[in-house]
Structure formats: C-alpha cells, structure tokens
C-alpha cells in the first residue's frame, strides 16, 4: 500500500491569517498536482505563525483564526492536509493539529507537552491536551504529536499504543548552533525505540529573535534518515511511504557549523525587513571588523541596492578605518556616504562646557561621539524608511562595551548573539565565497576610536578569555568559581561576571538580535535589571 | 490558648541573599522584644527576594539561598519563623515555605497554584507541590499557603481537611490600580467560605517594573477584616489569635485611587533609584504637564537635593513653558540648568543637509530635537552617576508619539502605565497636598513643541476619546469592531489601533516603567514585533 506524504516547510508572517491561509492552500495545490501527494503536513500552528505571543490572549485573533480553519476546510477538497491552529472549546486554549479532508476535520489532536522553557512560552497561552490522536487515512492508520511531544518519552510510545503505524510531527523548532543534529539524534532515537517510522516538518524563516531553520525530515522505523528538506529555505517535498517504509528520497547536505551560523542571519535580516515592509537597509561603517560582517550579510540578505553604508569619521578614526570601510563598500557595490562628526561633538561640548566645568573627561565624552553618530543615523532612517542595523557584536552586549543611543540605536542587531570570536570566523567564512571583507579589517586589532589610541585590550580582557568567560557563565549558568576552577584567572572571571550583572539595563534597551547560541540575550535570557545576587 | 502572630510586612533587594537573610533576623528579633510576638510570617520568597526570574535557574544561586536556610535556622532560635525560599530536591524547583523554630525546621511547604499569566512565569521555574502542609505549633493547628493558592479554588479546602484551624499565607502580590480591594473581597471570600480565620502578609516595595503595596491584613472565619497594614511601607505588626479568633487591631484606611497610584510611582522611582545605587536623577523639564509631574514625583521619593531638571529650549519653545519649568523648579527647590539646544541641531542639519537634499521635511527633523535633548540629558547622567527619568506617559507609549533615544532615552520610565488623563488627576492630586505644579501647566492644551504651534491634538485624537480606546484595546483584548461597537468613531478607533500595532518595536526600546494598571507594557504584554494582524 502506497502512501504520498508531502512536507510542507514554509514561511509564514505571525497573525497574517489571510496570507497564511492562501499560502496553505497553494502549496496544498501545489503538492497535489506536481508532486502527486495524498496528504501535506505543515508546521505547528500553521493557521497563526508562530509564536504568535499575546497576540493569543485576544479573543478576535483566536476566533479568526478558528474561523479560517474551517475555511480551509471548505478550500481543500481533493487532498488531505495536517494544519496547526490555536483550537478553542470557548475557554481554554489548546495548540492543535487539524486533519482536513474533503470538507471535513477528518481528526483533531491537543499539543501535550507544552514547553515552558528558554524561549517558549507555552503555558502561558495553552492547556495540555491528555489523549494522542491516531486517524485512519487510505488504509494507514496515522498518529499525531506537535514540536515538543517528541522530545518528550512516553507521548510517542502512546500514539503506538493507540495503533499509529506511522508518526507525523508538526513543528516550529527554533535554530541555535549544533540544533539540527541534536534535533536527529534525539528524534532518530525515539522513532527507533518505537520502531515507527516520523515525519517532521519544520517551519522555515525569522521572526524577530528567531530562526527556524527547516531541515524538515522523514526517518525510518529503525531510525534511519530517509529524506532531508534543505536548512534555511522554503521547501515542499514529497517522501512515498510503501506501508511503514518510507522510499529514500534527496537528502539536503548540512551546512558546517559557521556556515549555518551565517545563512541563519542571513535569513533573519532578510525577513526582519521583508516581514516589516523596510524600504532596505542601512548602517555605519566604521573599517572594523563588526560594521564589516554586518554589511556582507545585510548585501546577502537584501541585495546591494538595498543597503547603504554610512562612514562617521571623527579625529580618532584612523586613515585605514576610512579606507577599509570604502574598499567594502566599493568591493559589495553598496552606496555610501562620508559624514564627519565633528561639528555636533563641538556644539555639544560648548552646551555643555558649564555644567560639565571642573569634571575630568570620562565614557561621557567618548559617549557624545557615539550619540552623535546614532542621531545621524536615524535621521537617515527615519527619511527614508530604511532599517537601522546595528553593528555590537555579544561579548560587547554582554559586558556592556556599547553606548546606549548611541552605537546601541538601531531597530535591529543581527550580531547580538554573535560572539567576537565568532564574528571573526563568519567573516573568513564570507570571504571564503568571495573576498569582500579587507584582510586588515580582520587583522587589525578591535577599537572603537572613541579616544586616542585606543584598543578593546585596554578596557576587556583579550576576546580568546572573554568569550570562553561569557559562555560558561551566560549560556551554561555556571558559577564564577566553577569557571575559575577551569583555569580561568579570578581577576578575569570577577570582571566578565560583573560586568555582565551590571550592564542587564543596556540590553534591556537593546533591539532585538538572531538567537544563533543555546542562549541569547532577549526572551532567551530573562534577568532583573535590579540585583543584589553578585555570585562572586 | 493565645497566640500571637507578627506579620512582616518587609521590602527585599532581589538576589542580596546575605541582606535579606539579616533583614529576616532583625524583624525576628523585633517580634519578639518588642511586639512579644509567638511567631512571625514572611512574605513569598523571603530570602531570594520576588521575582528573581532567571536568577533561579542557576545552580549557585539556588545552592546560596538553600544554605541560608539552614543559617537561618541557626540564627533563630527563640521565636518560630515562617519563611519562602526556592526549595530544590537536587533535580526540580519548588516555591516553598519552611517553619523554622529553635534550629530545625518544623514543617515544609510546596506552593500547588503556579500562576503563569500576565507579569508571572512560574510554570518557567517552579514544580507544582501536591499536598497540603498542616504543622502544630502551640497547640494550634496551622495550614501554609503561598500566594496564587489562596485565589485558587479548593487548595484552602484541603487545607482546612488536613486539619487547619487558621491558615498562613506568604505573597508577592503586585499592584494595580483596585488590586487591594479585588484582594481583599477574594480572599476574605476564601476564608469565609472555609470559615477558617487568614493570615496574609505581603512583599513592600519596589522591583523593576513592579510594585508590591503591602497592605497584609487578618480576617477572621467570619471574612471580616481583623487587622490591615499601611500600604507602600515596610511594616511589622501582631495579632493575637484566641482560639481562632483574631483580636481586632489597627486597620489602616485604603487611599483611595488615585493616591494610591501616586503613592505606587514614588515608591516604584525611591526604589529603583536605591536599590541600582544611583546618586539621584534627573530629568528634562518642559513646561509641559508629563514632566511637571514626574519632577514633583521624583521629588517626593528622593527629596529636592536627589533631583536635578534640565530645561532645553528650542525656537519652537514658547515662553510660557520655560516660565513655568522655573517656577515648579523653584517651588520645589531643586537645582535646574538650561541649555538651548540650536547649536547640536544647527550642526546636525548642516551635517544631514548634502544627504537630505532635495526631500521635505517631516518628523526627522522633530526627531533631531528630541535626540539633541537625549544627548545632552545622557552626557549629565553619565556624568554624574544620577539616572534620567523619562517623561513619557502610556498614552504616547501606546501609540509611539515619542522619539526612540530622544524623550525615550533614560534609565526609568515613572509615567510608562499612566494614560494621559490619569496624569492629570495625579497632578491634581499632588497639588491638592501643596501646589507645586504651576495651573498654566495643567490647562494649556498638551504639545510636543518640535514645530511651530504644535499640539497633540493635531496628530492624535483628543485624548478623552483616546484614552478610553486604549484602554480597551490594551488593557481589556478587546477587537476594534467591539470598541467601534461602544460608540466611539470607526476612525479614531482604527487609527489608535494601527498606531499600537505599529510601535511595538520602539516599545520593546524603551526603558522599565511602573506597572500601575491592569495590564502595562512589559513583561506583562508581551507582543511580536513582526506581526501581520490587523484585527480591523
């Protein structure tokens, strides 16, 4: 017995019910007729995007979308289809899966492992459904689980036991470094435990803080892959299952580690300004390395003529910043402007040369110059509807090597969880495809020219100590004595550790950044601004 | 058989272990020398402080709080104290509370309710206990309850069937704005229907974006009210139960609500100020009536010689507002600077003028301004260590009247939940105590001043209609149609809506503020920023 099983990973706009409904309903069409498919599966709560946030508490968003349920319902007719939505039974919320078939809810199963973790938020909005979902379909009896459920033991043990031969699995799994083999391995193992053969399909696209990678895939009953959808893209397949045994079907390599890192970002610039209606992009190029990779990656995202660059020279900015940051521009074909910041620094310091007299120069001055340049930038963004991006990279947001209002204003901050370290590499990676980044850019040591001669070293530990530092204690929550008994100097940790305790108010203000590592800073990482805890 | 019970009414510093651990101590020792009390009630999480958020994922963090229940053991021994402390089982969090008494612990309780909804995650943190706690102390027998459980139905049954005669309840309960009143009927309901006299002892203070207000109280089986503590200050009180009887004590009287709300912001501006050590604040004072009355409540809770304004005209700054600016400065005796600020936005426009040729003007041109103001204000907080308060009101937060790093730029935000209209009352309101905010400040119509003859009024709908529209949407979910269903006008209602919808992001920009409302922006309303819902 044959059974056409299409893998719907797209991309959806959260609470744009209507365009999320015509999409549904062409690519049902679309694996109907091309791809000869019996039945589609699509993402988790595919009817809203996800996460739809509080936008689920409202009672119109929900009977929308409830609505638009059965209108699909009435759309597709000559196809079965698997679609998420937020069900209600007119007072609690489940998140949902709804088999469509020839006008009719063919089966109906409540998400029961709700996540309530890192970045979800589950609980808040949903009820746990208590019963697994098995449907008979051309002969094949079907069971249903949603994202979380999978990674959960006993869920996928019980939809056997409620007879399913064959498991489908509705997803929005978000990216981080490393997720696409965990996110195998641990769902191989539990297909293979029950010797049934899965089928997981992923969202694909940015939202905000997030990336859902795809990488959609089918695994056999012994745990085995069979068929793999490309990461990052938009992709309708379709794997033929001859009883419990899916066919092999093309399995979409992955991408190293930094190459994944880079197409992530990639993809959330892309649908950060796609997804807000951004007349393109733009940002300040300084010659250093940051500004640098931000500029090849919002170029890869949007396309040359999107993005503008903006060189800010001030009487610190040494002669090779200038030229480096032409030399990128010119290398990428983006248009760039040169706007001194001179003038506005003096006309601040004379406003201010009263209140500030007697104090000597501290962060404040370096500071102005930093303002400066974001009032310059928003200007700019504000006349011509282009997206400000931000250049800080996380080891700054994490110690607080930034000025709020100043290289902090921007509406996003694609680097926000790169660590230096890593922006070193994806950089080499970009010019791996093609040399767009100066190699002195690369080389040259980091400074933010805010003061004279001035160098990151002076102000932070070396980046190979600070970043390894900063993992343990912001991504693995250990303690500043468990990192100084790695080896780490206690001067060192104490600094980093303090560092990041005080600086929670700077990235509360922040914009929002790609979630790339196991923990970001943003909804990942949720810390009081107002803290006695010190852990030293 | 008497039984004199103290409630601490006291205000922690989230993760100072070590403080609040001697804070416990010397309220102990208070209760007992002075109000010869039997034993003492702690508010929810005495020793960690509420809410520690992600603080309570880290191993160090918990091992530190559980150690310091022990210590605490040890430190009290001639009085039985009942305290809330993140509890761990080496594996799963509990939120719980332990009877201490001359060095062991005598009874142990797991909170059952964990609310996850609006400014609470504790579904994030904690694991559900599952049973009842009854201990006996004195001869009596006494049920623990920890916040949510008692507005939960059927926990204070099972208590009272595990053989309570009077139950105990630590909390952390935030305010609003009538959140005392709801309190109170809830809880006395609860206590009446189980005819089961109620002990309720509450946080005090300040964290963030929240207020705890206090106002612990008794009531008797009979639900009525024995005893209540003052709102908004640390208080420690004894009852003394006879039996089940609480002996009637000192009921402190409710402001009402508006005084309740100004009385919230000071402690909310007092608090933050203290707790992040700061040496003060400051503001930019307008003439204007949002920041009249954030000086006069920055005033209140630092005193004059904490606060500083800052006048910053432009040539669009009529007379009156700087007249008026000097004289509340002058009635409240706080030092004042005035720094015009052509020069910086002479310079700015010079700067921008090669790259804005040939486009019109638009609000780039206020945002100039504002950002001046920003630049200036920053320099002096950065400067001398005070943190600037903004002055921005809910009403321009709802609907992104306010420049991102211009009038947004600070470390506070006092007026962030506070609609326009209720700035009024508030102003009245501290007027009415001593007139410090001059009457023109109050009457003239509100403007931004970033162009000539500017008023609000010319690109929002006044703000009596606005108001209300806002606070259905935000406050109260409600759709559009149903507003428009209310009476008021299809246009005011779409264009209020479209402006919410669209100002996410500068929102998610924007600096902490006091939740006074039923629903503030923040942690409490937690929206996407990319979203395709129009709901019109």
């Known amino acids: 017995m044959s059974l056409k099983i299409a893998l719907a990973q797209i991309n959806f706009v959260v609470g744009n019910i209507a365009a999320n409904l015509d999409h549904i309903v062409a690519t049902a069409a679309y694996a109907k007729t091309e791809l000869h498919a019996d039945l589609v599966v699509f993402p988790e709560l595919t009817i809203t995007g996800y996460p739809a946030e509080d936008l689920l508490l409202r009672p119109d968003f929900i009977a929308d979308a409830n609505n638009a349920l059965y209108q699909l319902a009435d759309r597709i007719s000559d196809i079965a289809i698997v679609v998420g939505y937020p069900e209600t039974d007119g007072e609690r919320l489940y998140n949902s899966a709804a088999v469509l ?12 492992a709700l996540p309530n973790y890192g970045v979800f938020d589950e609980q808040r909005y949903f009820t746990a459904g208590q019963q697994p979902c098995v449907f008979e379909f051309n002969g094949q009896f079907i069971g249903l689980t949603i994202c979380e459920d999978v990674w959960t033991g006993g869920i996928i043990a019980a939809t056997q036991q409620a007879g399913a031969e064959l498991v489908l699995t509705l997803n929005a799994s978000p990216f981080n470094a490393g997720k696409i083999q965990q996110r195998e391995a641990v769902i191989c193992a539990q297909a293979k435990a029950a010797n049934l053969p899965l089928v997981y399909v992923n969202q694909v696209g940015g939202q905000d803080e997030l990336i859902f990678d795809g990488a959609s895939f089918v695994v056999a009953a012994d745990g085995s892959i069979a068929f793999r959808a490309a990461e990052f893209v938009e992709q309708t397949s379709v794997v033929e299952f001859i009883g419990k045994q899916p066919q092999l079907a093309n399995c979409a390599p992955l991408y190293p580690a930094v190459a994944s890192e880079y197409h992530a970002l990639v993809l959330g610039i892309k649908d950060y300004v796609r997804k807000n209606g951004f007349k393109g992009a733009l940002l300040g190029l300084s010659g250093g390395i940051d500004s640098a990779l931000v500029l090849a990656l919002a170029v890869d995202a949007l396309g040359a003529g999107q993005v503008e660059a903006v060189l800010m020279p001030s009487r610190y900015t040494q002669d090779m910043s200038n030229e480096d940051a032409v030399l990128e521009a010119v290398a990428l074909g983006v248009k760039y402007h040169s706007i001194a910041i001179e003038p506005a620094v003096h006309a601040f310091t004379q406003m201010l040369s009263e209140v500030f007299a007697g104090t000597a120069k501290d962060t404040t001055e370096e500071n102005i ?72 850019v690369i080389t040259r040591p980091p400074s933010a020219e805010l003061a004279p001669d001035q160098i990151d070293a002076d102000s932070l530990p070396p980046y190979d100590v600070l970043d390894p530092i900063l993992e343990r204690y912001v991504e693995q929550d250990m303690s500043a004595a468990d990192i100084i008994a790695e080896g780490y100097r206690p001067e060192d940790v104490a600094r980093a550790v303090k560092l990041v305790d005080r600086n929670e108010y700077k990235r509360r203000q922040s914009p929002p950044g790609i979630k790339i590592s196991t923990r970001a800073f943003g909804r990942d990482r949720r810390y009081p601004i107002t803290s006695g805890y010190r852990g030293l």
């Open 369 to 440: 110059q930093a303002r400066c340049r974001g009032v310059i930038l928003m200007a700019m963004s504000n006349k011509q509807g282009k997206l400000l991006l931000t250049t800080g990279n996380k080891s700054e947001m994490s110690v607080g090597y930034a000025t709020l209002y100043g290289d902090m204003a921007g509406g996003f901050a694609p680097l926000k969880d790169v660590p230096k370290l890593l922006v070193y590499q994806l950089a080499h990676y970009r010019n791996s495809l093609s040399a767009v980044i100066p190699e002195r």
């Open 101 to 112: 078939h020839q006008g009719v809810i063919l089966a109906n199963y409540r998400k029961q």
